[in-house]
């Protein structure tokens, strides 16, 4: 049987592995610093030492440790022909970033970002739309995440989370960088970004809370970026305006609708009565699992990660710099 090592096996860890259970056939290795009492399910091993669990031979590995150790232990795995798929984000600086990405090339692994809400219905739609050119020249994009951190893992104490630790690699900017990855997937390159992070509320956290950015994308569509985590209820939009009409996603409702300027009414694009959030961390895995498959780069491989994470970078060095900044 097949092999999947499973780096870090926290939230995310543990959902990837349920779905790895359900929906592959993979044995699955886990690495991990606790100790697991009960195990069983037969289709999976606990391992402590890295050196141990890589005799396995394992073809693939799920890094989704805290954000700050992805790099040393990706690395690891890419000079053992493993193929990877990264947690977002793929790190919380760029070191050692080129060192990956050239053995990740000379090895020719197959990778993919962790980035689940490039598989959900409504961003993939409006992906389509702007592809297909229905909202003509594209001017501007706004979008919108907020939710509140407390909630994220409610069993745990979130002040201890990486999420809430500035040396794990957490803070709102890194840890939401979905709406920077899709933006990155609908327009490209960023030229210019502004921003403002820092810590807002109340929360004890020892990173920064908002994000507040605004881009120029290389194709001259101008941006705005809201994010946070001290706010209730969890939501997120992204309204998208053009020469043709606007196009907007509501995340309440998990609807994509666009007024047109020709018919003057709003077009209703995709409205999804019930969707699990589930689903899109199962789509993402059986595409990267065939990717691997059939040797196949995926749409999202580690250069998008660290595009993505480059745009992170400047935004919170234009926030200490209280400047716009230009990205090469
Ligand atoms: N794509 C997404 O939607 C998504 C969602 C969540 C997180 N992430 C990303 O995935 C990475 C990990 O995030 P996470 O939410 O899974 O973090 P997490 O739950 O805090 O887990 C991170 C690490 O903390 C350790 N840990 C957690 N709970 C533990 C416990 N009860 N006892 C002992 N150790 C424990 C685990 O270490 P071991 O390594 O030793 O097991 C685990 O790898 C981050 O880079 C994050 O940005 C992505």
Same mark, same amino acid.
């Given at each position: 049987?097949?092999?999947?090592?499973?780096?870090?096996?926290?939230?995310?860890?543990?959902?990837?592995?349920?779905?790895?259970?359900?929906?592959?056939?993979?044995?699955?290795?886990?690495?991990?610093?606790?100790?697991?009492?009960?195990?069983?399910?037969?289709?999976?091993?606990?391992?402590?030492?890295?050196?141990?669990?890589?005799?396995?031979?394992?073809?693939?590995?799920?890094?989704?440790?805290?954000?700050?150790?992805? =790099?040393?232990?990706?690395?690891?795995?890419?000079?053992?022909?493993?193929?990877?798929?990264?947690?977002?984000?793929?790190?919380?600086?760029?070191?050692?970033?080129?060192?990956?990405?050239?053995?990740?090339?000379?090895?020719?692994?197959?990778?993919?970002?962790?980035?689940?809400?490039?598989?959900?219905?409504?961003?993939?739609?409006?992906?389509?739309?702007?592809?297909?050119?229905?909202?003509?020249?594209?001017?501007?994009?706004?979008?919108?995440?907020?939710?509140?951190?407390?909630?994220?893992?409610?069993?745990?104490?979130?002040?201890?989370?990486?999420?809430?630790?500035?040396?794990?690699?957490?803070?709102?900017?890194?840890?939401?960088?979905?709406?920077?990855?899709?933006?990155?997937?609908?327009?490209?390159?960023?030229?210019?970004?502004?921003?403002?992070?820092?810590?807002?509320?109340?929360?004890?956290?020892?990173?920064?809370? =908002?994000?507040?950015?605004? /881009?120029?994308?290389?194709?001259?569509?101008?941006?705005?970026?809201?994010?946070?985590?001290?706010?209730?209820?969890?939501?997120?939009?992204?309204?998208?305006?053009?020469?043709?009409?606007?196009?907007?996603?509501?995340?309440?409702?998990?609807?994509?609708?666009?007024?047109?300027?020709?018919?003057?009414?709003?077009?209703?694009?995709?409205? /999804?009565?019930?969707?699990?959030?589930?689903?899109?961390?199962?789509?993402?895995?059986?595409?990267?699992?065939?990717?691997?498959?059939?040797?196949?780069?995926?749409?999202?491989?580690?250069?998008?990660?660290?595009?993505?994470?480059?745009?992170?970078?400047?935004?919170?060095?234009?926030?200490?710099?209280?400047?716009?900044?230009?990205?090469?």
């Amino acid at each position: 049987m097949k092999k999947i090592l499973i780096v870090g096996y926290g939230s995310i860890g543990r959902r990837h592995v349920k779905n790895l259970l359900e929906y592959s056939k993979y044995e699955i290795l886990i690495l991990t610093k606790r100790k697991i009492k009960n195990n069983k399910e037969t289709r999976i091993r606990y391992f402590d030492s890295l050196t141990n669990v890589l005799k396995e031979k394992p073809e693939i590995g799920f890094i989704t440790n805290e954000t700050s150790f992805h =790099i040393e232990i990706a690395i690891k795995l890419a000079k053992k022909n493993i193929h990877l798929f990264i947690e977002k984000p793929l790190s919380n600086s760029i070191k050692n970033i080129q060192k990956l990405q050239k053995i990740v090339n000379k090895n020719k692994l197959i990778t993919q970002m962790g980035c689940n809400w490039r598989f959900h219905p409504c961003i993939k739609k409006i992906k389509s739309i702007v592809e297909k050119n229905e909202i003509g020249k594209i001017y501007s994009v706004q979008v919108e995440s907020n939710s509140y951190l407390p909630d994220w893992h409610p069993y745990e104490d979130y002040r201890k989370g990486y999420a809430a630790k500035k040396e794990l690699g957490g803070g709102i900017l890194l840890t939401c960088i979905h709406e920077l990855d899709f933006l990155y997937w609908y327009f490209g390159k960023v030229e210019e970004i502004f921003s403002v992070t820092k810590k807002q509320s109340q929360l004890e956290v020892n990173t920064d809370d =908002i994000s507040i950015m605004i /881009l120029k994308f290389k194709k001259n569509i101008l941006g705005e970026i809201h994010l946070d985590y001290f706010q209730r209820p969890d939501f997120k939009r992204c309204k998208i305006i053009g020469s043709k009409g606007t196009l907007y996603w509501d995340s309440s409702i998990n609807e994509v609708k666009f007024y047109s300027n020709n018919k003057k009414k709003w077009i209703k694009k995709i409205k /999804l009565k019930k969707y699990e959030k589930n689903q899109m961390y199962i789509d993402e895995i059986l595409y990267f699992l065939k990717s691997v498959k059939n040797k196949k780069k995926t749409i999202n491989p580690i250069n998008d990660g660290i595009k993505t994470l480059e745009i992170s970078l400047a935004a919170k060095k234009s926030s200490a710099q209280k400047k716009m900044l230009k990205i090469n």
